[in-house]
């Protein structure tokens, strides 16, 4: 048995791994995809302290090795059901139980989908949710990016660099991103928007060849592509919890700022939780105080 389990290897969960193992935890982390989250598919960091410029997958490995150096534990398992009631905490995976004193929940969330006719049958076949991983199968091509937030226009950058033609399509009037990103993109002379529109459907044959769009004025269009990047933002992946821990009407965990919950050696840490503002910089907080509360907990315990 571990003193500390902890769900997740985004940045919340990795920098809870470093502050638990400094704490003299023992601590094993759980994560269905090994580690990096959301941060290792993003292709430019320029607003985590001390790194400027950085690349995602880069600052995710930096994030990895520190905690392994540190002593913690990295399991690559997809997680069925938990127990957290208790002085001993339940992890169940597919063919494995893990225990552990306490538990630290840093699952962080997961790429929203469109839902319109073609998303699902052509997913990896030209829809993807993540442009640096799939952008360069891309190369020379055609392709279109759907949002308008900090990933959205950051993917529609990465993707200029790669393709022949980047169309961005948007549901409002103006971006979200932050202005350096959307100032950038607006220079790049292969990028087209589409704005007050959302995408009604993916056609292809065997692969993606274009999508349908409609605008608020009642108009719409069809624009002919090679590949469908999704970028509208992320959800909650906090079902399982959902009996023994409370969440928020939009499924996140209610937790403040200690990221206590009302589980005794229980914690949450990162986007998975209520907060205003989600970024690198937030969760990396988050998993530090979660991991020294949890130390707390657990040698309090001895």
């Not at 991983?133 to 993917?155: E, I, P």
């Not at 928007?193 to 269009?221: C, K, Q």
């Not at 906090?238 to 937790?255: S, T």
Request: aromatic fraction near 8%; charged fraction near 20%; glycine fraction near 12%.
């Amino acid at each position: 048995m571990r003193d500390l389990i902890i769900i997740g290897g985004g940045p919340a969960g990795m920098t809870a791994a470093i502050y638990a193992c400094r704490a003299g935890l023992s601590v094993l982390v759980l994560d269905k995809f090994s580690y990096g989250g959301q941060v290792a598919l993003t292709n430019e960091v320029e607003n985590y302290p001390g790194v400027p410029n950085a690349n995602g997958a880069e600052l995710a490995a930096l994030f990895h090795r520190q905690a392994q150096e540190a002593g913690a534990e990295f399991v690559s398992t997809d997680i069925q059901r938990v127990e957290l009631d208790g002085p001993v905490k339940k992890v169940f995976a597919r063919k494995k139980e893990f225990e552990a004193k306490a538990v630290i929940i840093a699952n962080g969330v997961t790429r929203r989908k469109i839902g319109c006719p073609g998303e699902e049958e052509f997913s990896g076949r030209g829809v993807s949710y993540c442009a640096t991983c799939d952008g360069a199968f891309y190369r020379d091509k055609t392709a279109v990016v759907v949002g308008g937030g900090n990933t959205a226009v950051g993917d529609a950058l990465y993707l200029s660099a790669i393709c022949k033609k980047v169309w961005l399509i948007h549901r409002r009037d103006a971006f979200r991103a932050e202005r350096y990103l959307s100032d950038a993109l607006g220079k790049k002379e292969n990028v087209s928007y589409i704005l007050n529109a959302t995408v009604t459907a993916i056609h292809g044959e065997g692969h993606v060849r274009s999508v349908d769009y409609s605008t608020a004025g009642g108009t719409g269009g069809t624009v002919e592509t090679d590949a469908v990047f999704v970028a509208i933002g992320a959800v909650p992946d906090n079902g399982i919890y959902a009996e023994q821990l409370p969440l928020d009407r939009d499924g996140y965990f209610a937790a403040g700022e200690d990221c206590k919950t009302p589980l005794p050696g229980v914690f949450v840490a990162g986007d998975c939780r209520t907060k205003p503002i989600k970024q690198i910089v937030t969760a990396t907080a988050d998993g530090a105080v979660a991991a020294t509360l949890a130390a707390e907990y657990v040698h309090a315990m001895s």
